[in-house]
């Protein structure tokens, strides 16, 4: 052990050495060659493996999500008001918008194809086998955390379609008993769907969620390294040895192919089929037929089937139990044997839980085909996603426009007050609809302080200190004053 | 690092660092430096569409000097003294819409040709207003004087009143609404 280290040391010092200048003085500031070196010479038992890209693939995937969700992030809104004008406009207007946010999007998918193959690979490889229980744990973590993110991330564009399936979504929790329906509250930020959701959903999606997910990537990898890779499922102890090779440069190699292959594919989708975007949400249409994400669609169809007292089973004995013995894998399977095909009870028990699952998106599907009713409001939903999509990006009204306040100018008296305020210049100091200016005070609001003859009485005769920040004394005909007064006290 | 992770995995970590199957060092550096290069170029070629998303709002061509419409031409047949219009003028911040209204004077020049003034006072910014009974505009601030054209007469405004573009359209007279630099003595854009 002792003649290894000093050997490896050695060696590591003649490669430091026989790097350029820069090189040294930043390895002896940083020990930077010794971190690449141990990253780098990971070995690797029966050598590199196209079935071993997954793992980076994923962490390859997290971060162009990360990326580009902090990109979207430059115009996106996160309120019930805002958001779905913003992703309009990222989606319609921003020049490459629409296809940042498709692979935004389209990744999210990707990722849980990925996770899905890294998972099988792991499953049938009987990776998690040997000393890795923690390893596992730590993957189950950030599959769970990989849900929360689609979860979360699939209302923030406040369409149609986000707003009703997470509405769904949202509901499902309220069938837990005792705690469901404060839960429900709680992740809703009130009992109904709201712009308190919307906030809610955007701080798991952005700050928290990613926060957990760059931990659990850092202890998912690190145990990995404790672990060691896990080779191939069969070979004896010699050959392996002998095949041992280290990470880089095939295995790296392999996992860039596999990344590159990832972002054509996501390159290609994202430019030849952008994701859209639907009419915005609309709580009142009690028309709209939700449907999740497609990875989703499973569960969505299981549920159908459990009604009344039986749904406490659909919905959290089952997938419970389910999730348990997913999670609980590596301590109930302690044999050694990797093959899979020595694992029958194993694989069956995987493969009937994928195939069910696959058969229960296809019911779904074949339901909403059948049903003539389901059809034609899924056929007209599509429609109306079509059309907003042709329509050109409407930008919204700011809500402290004239325009808009114009439209709550409903009363005679304060409408002919608003032209007196304007002759008057009021506007000049005190700001188009007294929304104040550098000059002035806005003026918003002051019919809650004073009432109409205290305010009329400061119009005739300002205060000392009105005059003397340039408020000069008014007048005007009674009537006149009196529709000023009025709007004065209208402007909110 | 290394150390450690020679202690943990004793089996793999001779085959790793004794060379073996190994390519040559110069070898393993030559297929770095075509990795990396590899990896930089796609990953720059990736970045294009970020860049052009972050720089949208500098290089979007901006819509058009947007043009709001002040009235019908026959309203102004004899804009002497001058007229006092309201207009709507609608400006794009991102993705709002801001429309504020903006009062502006329409005045009739000798040759016949309509001429907008704002009626921001070149001096501070108050709104001037016309008074008839003097033939002139006063600012209501600090008692600036124009005459009906616009022409500074007295008090303190550095400069008259500014005239705003304008042109006739189909019968109906439209102005391209602007705010001016204040206290300088020549008029200068700055919106």
Same mark, same amino acid.
């Given at each position: 052990?002792?003649?290894?280290?000093?050997?490896?040391?050695?060696? *590591?010092?003649?490669?430091?050495?026989?790097?350029?200048?820069?090189?040294?003085?930043?390895?002896?500031?940083?020990?930077?060659?010794?971190?690449?070196?141990?990253?780098?010479?990971?070995?690797?038992?029966?050598?590199?493996?196209?079935?071993?890209?997954?793992?980076?693939?994923?962490?390859?995937?997290?971060?162009?999500?990360?990326?580009?969700?902090?990109?979207?992030?430059? +115009?996106?809104?996160?309120?019930?008001?805002?958001?779905?004008?913003?992703?309009? +406009?990222?989606?319609?207007?921003?020049?490459?918008?629409?296809?940042?946010?498709?692979?935004?999007?389209?990744?999210?998918?990707?990722?849980?194809?990925?996770?899905?193959?890294?998972?099988?690979?792991?499953?049938?490889?009987?990776?998690?086998?040997?000393?890795?229980?923690?390893?596992?744990?730590?993957? $189950?973590?950030?599959?769970?955390?990989?849900?929360?993110?689609?979860?979360?991330?699939?209302?923030?564009?406040?369409?149609?379609?986000?707003?009703?399936?997470?509405?769904?979504?949202?509901?499902?929790?309220?069938?837990?008993?005792?705690?469901?329906?404060?839960?429900?509250?709680?992740?809703?930020?009130?009992?109904?769907?709201?712009?308190?959701?919307?906030?809610?959903?955007?701080?798991?999606?952005?700050?928290?969620?990613?926060?957990?997910?760059?931990?659990?990537?850092?202890?998912?990898?690190?145990?990995?390294?404790?672990?060691?890779?896990?080779?191939?499922? *069969?070979?004896?102890?010699?050959?392996?040895?002998?095949?041992?090779?280290?990470?880089?440069?095939?295995?790296?190699?392999?996992?860039?192919?596999?990344?590159?292959?990832?972002? $054509?594919?996501?390159?290609?989708?994202?430019?030849?089929?952008?994701?859209?975007?639907?009419?915005?949400?609309?709580?009142?249409?009690?028309?709209?037929?939700?449907?999740?994400?497609?990875?989703?669609?499973?569960?969505?169809?299981?549920?159908?089937?459990?009604?009344?007292?039986?749904?406490?089973?659909?919905?959290?004995?089952?997938?419970?139990?389910?999730?348990?013995?997913?999670?609980?894998?590596?301590?109930?399977?302690?044999?050694?044997?990797?093959?899979?095909?020595?694992?029958?009870?194993?694989?069956?028990? +995987?493969?009937?839980?994928?195939?069910?699952?696959?058969?229960?998106?296809?019911?779904?599907?074949?339901?909403?085909?059948?049903?003539?009713?389901?059809?034609?409001?899924?056929?007209?939903?599509?429609?109306?996603?079509?059309?907003?999509?042709?329509?050109?990006?409407?930008?919204?009204?700011?809500?402290?426009?004239?325009?808009?306040?114009?439209?709550?100018?409903?009363?005679?008296?304060?409408?002919?007050? =608003?032209?007196?305020?304007?002759?008057?210049? $009021?506007?000049? $100091?005190?700001?188009?609809?007294?929304?104040?200016?550098?000059?002035?005070? =806005?003026?918003?609001?002051?019919?809650?302080?004073?009432?109409?003859?205290?305010?009329?009485?400061?119009?005739?005769?300002?205060?000392? =200190?009105?005059?003397?920040?340039?408020?000069?004394?008014?007048?005007?005909?009674?009537?006149?004053?009196?529709?000023?007064?009025?709007?004065?006290?209208?402007? =909110? | 690092?290394?150390?450690?992770?020679?202690?943990?995995?004793?089996?793999?970590?001779?085959?790793?660092?004794?060379?073996?199957?190994?390519?040559?060092?110069?070898?393993?550096?030559?297929?770095?430096?075509?990795?990396?290069?590899?990896?930089?170029?796609?990953?720059?070629?990736?970045?294009?569409?970020?860049?052009?998303?972050?720089? #949208?709002?500098?290089?979007?061509?901006?819509?058009?000097?947007?043009?709001?419409?002040?009235?019908?031409?026959?309203?102004?047949?004899?804009?002497?003294?001058?007229?006092?219009?309201?207009?709507?003028?609608?400006?794009?911040?991102?993705?709002?819409?801001?429309?504020?209204?903006?009062?502006?004077?329409?005045?009739?020049?000798?040759?016949?040709?309509?001429?907008?003034?704002?009626?921001?006072?070149? #001096?501070?910014?108050?709104?001037?207003?016309?008074?008839?009974?003097?033939?002139?505009?006063?600012?209501?601030? #600090?008692?600036?004087?124009?005459?009906?054209?616009?022409?500074?007469?007295?008090?303190?405004?550095?400069?008259?009143?500014?005239?705003?573009?304008?042109?006739?359209?189909?019968?109906?007279?439209?102005? #391209?609404?602007?705010?001016?630099?204040?206290?300088?003595?020549?008029?200068?854009?700055?919106?």
């Amino acid at each position: 052990m002792e003649e290894r280290q000093s050997k490896s040391r050695k060696e *590591q010092n003649i490669t430091v050495e026989s790097r350029g200048t820069f090189f040294r003085w930043l390895d002896r500031r940083t020990g930077v060659d010794s971190l690449l070196r141990s990253a780098l010479d990971e070995p690797i038992a029966g050598g590199a493996s196209l079935a071993y890209v997954f793992g980076s693939g994923l962490l390859f995937l997290f971060l162009s999500q990360v990326i580009t969700g902090v990109f979207l992030a430059l +115009y996106y809104v996160p309120s019930a008001d805002h958001a779905h004008t913003t992703i309009a +406009y990222i989606t319609k207007e921003v020049t490459a918008g629409s296809f940042i946010r498709s692979i935004h999007a389209y990744g999210s998918s990707a990722i849980v194809i990925v996770l899905l193959l890294h998972i099988t690979q792991t499953f049938l490889y009987g990776s998690y086998k040997g000393k890795r229980e923690l390893l596992w744990l730590a993957g $189950c973590v950030l599959f769970a955390l990989m849900l929360g993110m689609s979860f979360t991330g699939y209302l923030l564009p406040w369409d149609q379609k986000a707003f009703f399936a997470t509405t769904v979504g949202t509901n499902i929790l309220s069938e837990i008993p005792l705690v469901g329906n404060a839960l429900k509250s709680l992740l809703r930020g009130g009992t109904e769907m709201g712009t308190l959701t919307l906030s809610r959903f955007f701080v798991l999606h952005v700050f928290m969620i990613p926060a957990f997910i760059f931990a659990g990537v850092a202890v998912h990898v690190y145990l990995f390294r404790q672990a060691g890779a896990a080779g191939p499922i *069969q070979g004896d102890a010699a050959t392996l040895k002998q095949t041992t090779e280290p990470f880089y440069p095939r295995q790296v190699l392999f996992d860039i192919v596999f990344a590159l292959l990832i972002i $054509c594919g996501l390159g290609l989708l994202a430019h030849l089929a952008p994701i859209e975007l639907g009419p915005k949400a609309n709580p009142a249409d009690t028309q709209y037929v939700p449907r999740p994400e497609w990875y989703y669609i499973p569960v969505f169809q299981w549920l159908k089937y459990w009604e009344g007292a039986l749904a406490i089973a659909g919905i959290l004995v089952i997938p419970g139990f389910v999730a348990l013995l997913f999670v609980a894998l590596p301590f109930l399977d302690r044999r050694p044997e990797r093959r899979p095909w020595k694992r029958p009870v194993a694989v069956t028990i +995987y493969a009937v839980i994928f195939i069910g699952l696959g058969v229960l998106g296809g019911l779904s599907r074949r339901n909403d085909l059948r049903d003539p009713a389901v059809a034609s409001q899924l056929a007209k939903q599509h429609e109306d996603v079509e059309s907003f999509m042709k329509t050109p990006f409407e930008p919204e009204l700011s809500g402290s426009s004239l325009a808009a306040a114009n439209v709550a100018l409903a009363d005679p008296l304060a409408a002919k007050g =608003k032209d007196i305020f304007e002759q008057q210049a $009021c506007n000049a $100091c005190h700001g188009d609809g007294g929304v104040g200016t550098a000059a002035a005070p =806005k003026l918003i609001g002051v019919g809650a302080k004073f009432d109409s003859e205290k305010l009329t009485g400061l119009l005739k005769q300002p205060t000392t =200190k009105m005059t003397a920040g340039g408020m000069p004394a008014t007048n005007l005909k009674d009537e006149d004053m009196k529709a000023l007064v009025a709007y004065v006290r209208s402007l =909110k | 690092m290394l150390e450690s992770d020679a202690g943990n995995s004793p089996g793999a970590s001779p085959a790793a660092s004794a060379g073996g199957p190994l390519p040559s060092p110069a070898r393993r550096s030559f297929l770095g430096v075509l990795l990396a290069a590899g990896t930089a170029s796609v990953g720059a070629l990736l970045s294009v569409p970020l860049f052009r998303f972050v720089l #949208h709002p500098l290089f979007r061509i901006t819509t058009p000097p947007s043009w709001s419409e002040v009235g019908p031409v026959a309203e102004f047949s004899s804009a002497v003294p001058p007229v006092k219009k309201l207009i709507t003028v609608e400006q794009r911040d991102g993705w709002r819409k801001i429309v504020s209204e903006k009062a502006v004077y329409v005045i009739k020049q000798p040759d016949g040709q309509f001429a907008v003034l704002s009626s921001i006072c070149p #001096h501070l910014g108050c709104s001037v207003a016309w008074r008839a009974e003097n033939n002139e505009f006063l600012c209501p601030c #600090h008692g600036g004087r124009f005459a009906a054209d616009g022409k500074l007469l007295g008090g303190p405004p550095p400069r008259g009143l500014d005239r705003l573009e304008s042109r006739v359209e189909e019968g109906t007279l439209k102005v #391209h609404y602007q705010y001016f630099r204040q206290l300088v003595p020549d008029k200068e854009v700055i919106a």
